[in-house]
């Protein structure tokens, strides 16, 4: 074989290895290109899953918030109406209870008094009872127009400590009237009859002789029902020589009756634990 042929021969050799590894190149570049269009499509389908979530999350802020997007001006004003509605309403109970407790606090400090009489000074008229007492409504607007009257029970300060609970007695004495006590009877201003009295209970045995008061202006004198065991006018003036309170007999007279300015009410009827009118 010549020198020439054997020339063509690598060149021809040559050609055909330049043109695989050419193919080779391309066939490689193809791949690359096909990879990084793949991730490209990856990465564009994470950034459309991630906006999607986003849209997704804002939704359900939105589907949560007292107003929706796309919420009309129609009901942008329903809702208005009805937050109003429910701050009316609230208002409403507020004005309720503000009356309810103002108009206890006048009813129970100006209109009526709530007593409770745990002893038998009253007896029969109020059982008493320290472990269970009697509770007594009285009605403090009773004498604002007119002045007590012969008989009325009454609540009242206890002349001697007017910080002590309140008592409770009949009225017997009115202003300005002479009372004698002589042998178990009442005498009105030198009577010759006594008084009568049909709700005393039992004979009267225990200082029911050798009294007499002249009952001041503007006061009473008074004495429970139970005259055996109540403590009331008869033995007042002596409290109050005890206590200090005055240093002579006359002087603690005074203490003897009740002032009309003492006077809570006047005690209308019992309601534990018997319903029972007072009068």
Not at 79 to 88: A, E
Request: net charge positive; aromatic share 10%; glycine share 4%.
């Amino acid at each position: 074989m010549s020198q020439e042929a054997k020339t063509d021969n690598g060149t021809i050799r040559e050609k055909k290895m330049n043109e695989n590894n050419a193919d080779e190149e391309n066939s490689n570049t193809k791949n690359i290109n096909a990879e990084d269009a793949k991730t490209k499509v990856t990465d564009i389908k994470e950034e459309d899953s991630k906006t999607e979530n986003t849209r997704n999350k804002t939704t359900d802020i939105n589907s949560e918030s007292a107003v929706p997007v796309n919420t009309t001006v129609e009901d942008m004003k329903k809702i208005t109406s009805k937050k109003n509605s429910m701050i009316i309403e609230i208002i409403s109970w507020i004005k309720w209870i503000v009356f309810v407790i103002a108009f206890t606090f006048v009813l129970r400090y100006f209109v009526i008094i709530n007593a409770d009489i745990p002893s038998t000074s009253m007896y029969p008229l109020i059982i008493g009872n320290h472990n269970n007492p009697d509770r007594i409504i009285g009605f403090r607007l009773a004498y604002l127009l007119e002045n007590p009257k012969r008989k009325d029970v009454i609540i009242f300060k206890y002349p001697v400590d007017e910080t002590s609970a309140p008592f409770i007695k009949r009225v017997i004495g009115l202003p300005g009237e002479k009372v004698t006590i002589k042998d178990g009877k009442v005498y009105i201003n030198n009577a010759k009859k006594p008084l009568k009295e049909p709700y005393i209970n039992g004979t009267w045995t225990v200082e029911n002789t050798g009294f007499t008061f002249q009952v001041p202006k503007d006061c009473y004198l008074v004495l429970g029902d139970n005259r055996n065991v109540s403590m009331d006018a008869r033995y007042w003036a002596s409290e109050a020589l005890n206590r200090g309170l005055a240093k002579t007999n006359e002087e603690a007279q005074k203490y003897s009756y009740v002032k009309k300015s003492q006077i809570l009410g006047k005690a209308e009827f019992a309601y534990w634990p018997s319903v029972k009118w007072m009068n």
